[in-house]
Structures are given as structure tokens and as C-alpha cells.
């Protein structure tokens, strides 16, 4: 699904990857994680192709990306902040996400999951953020494809909202896709992920289970064992 060989990636004078061997089978939910700095974002966003890497190769669904674009196709990605053009109506959002993508879509189910329909005649510059999260989801999820990234998912949603997302992504995860997470909220991660990748400078310094996790920290909880390896990494 997806491999990656090397990859090393510099802003300026800042190494943001230096050397990342990482390789995702399909199917199955796979938490990145690291504090910030640590370059999760700028992994996803070399997944994604908006990012060049100065070194190193990506293959996403056994296909090199350099100088390709029609993999993004395959991709069903949640960025961690929905810059959306504050004049339009939710309606012609989705309508113009539909006419961009060119799959077959399933937003009415999830208009109705999210309980958006009051809010589909309103501009989105007058959303809440929390309803704009709702939205975010929405255009996401209503394509199929094998592969997700979901940065930060949670922000901004209400209890009833996040109950609704966590099942949601259980359903794509049955469906057997491969799904990238990256979080803040440990609980949130513990009771999603199949897998941790853990981050920091750059580098991976984890990748297995929550019980790997723990055995590897002798830590009993999972909040207790990401913070023992931050710190076992930081005197490293």
C-alpha cells in the first residue's frame, strides 16, 4: 500500500525527515504520532505529493509518485484545518468537490449521520467550527477508496459527533482500507489504532502495537507509555 525508502526532507537549514523507512500494508487503522516538530506533518503531506522530499522514494498502491498525480485519485484525505471559500453554500461545496473528484459519492448518508441538513443553504464563512469539522468529514468519507489520511479528525467535534466519526472509521476499516491517523488525543488513538508509528527529529523510533508499545516503555497505560518514550528519546 504504502512504502517508503529514505526519505529525507530539509527546510532551509531545518531537517525535518532524515532517512524514514517506512512500509504500510494494506488494510488496518495506523496511528502517526510525535510531538509537534517531529515531522508527521510533513510525512503525510510527502504521502500526499506536497511535498517534495530532497531525498529518498514513495510507491502508494505499488506505483512510484514522483511526477505523478493520478494516485491522489485513490486517496481520501481529512486535513487537519478545512480552509474552505467562506461564500459558498455547503451544497456547493460538496457539489463542486463531486465535479472535482469524479467518483461515485455518498454524502446524503452522512448529511444525515452529522445531522448537516439544516446547514446545507448556509454560507461556511457562518459555520461554527465544530460544524465545519462536520462538513471536513463529510467530504471525505462520501468517496471509496482504499487508502485515508486523517490529520487530527476530532478537532472541534461534540461527543455525539466523535461517537458517529469513531464509527465511521470502523466501517471503513471493516471495508479493509488502509487509514492513516495523526492525534493529540491518546484516548482517542488507544481505541482506534491497530499500529503506532512514533516520530521524533525526524526519525521513527516506534512502530508496533499498544502492547508492544507498553511492554517496550514497562509502562501499564498507553497515555504513560507514549510519554515514557518521548522521554526515552529525548536522553537517547
Known sequence: ?????????????????SGVDLSIEDGGI???????????????KSIL?????NKGNISVLDANIRNSWRYRQEIDYLPQIANFPGNLKVKELIRMIKDLRQKPSDEEKLIEV???????????????????QKVNIVLTFMFDSPLMILDEPTTGLDPL???????????????????????????FVEEMADEIVYLLEGKIYF??????????????????????????TADA
Open 1 to 17: 500500500m504504502i512504502n517508503i525508502q529514505n526519505l529525507h526532507k530539509k527546510f532551509g537549514k531545518n531537517q525535518v525527515l
Open 161 to 187: 459527533s466523535l461517537i458517529r466519526l469513531k464509527e465511521l472509521i470502523k466501517e471503513e476499516k471493516q471495508k479493509g482500507k488502509t487509514i492513516l491517523i495523526t492525534s493529540h488525543i491518546m484516548q
Open 207 to 232: 512502530r508496533g502495537s499498544m502492547k508492544d508499545l507498553k511492554t517496550k516503555t514497562g509502562q501499564a497505560d498507553f497515555e504513560h507509555a507514549i510519554a515514557a518514550i518521548s522521554t526515552q
Open 49 to 53: 505529493g506536497m511535498v517534495i522530499p
Open 114 to 132: 452529522f445531522t448537516l441538513e439544516p446547514f446545507l443553504d448556509k454560507k461556511l464563512s457562518t459555520l461554527s467550527g465544530g460544524t465545519k
Open 30 to 44: 495506523f496511528a502517526v504520532l510525535g510531538p509537534n516538530g517531529s515531522g508527521k506533518t510533513t510525512l503525510i
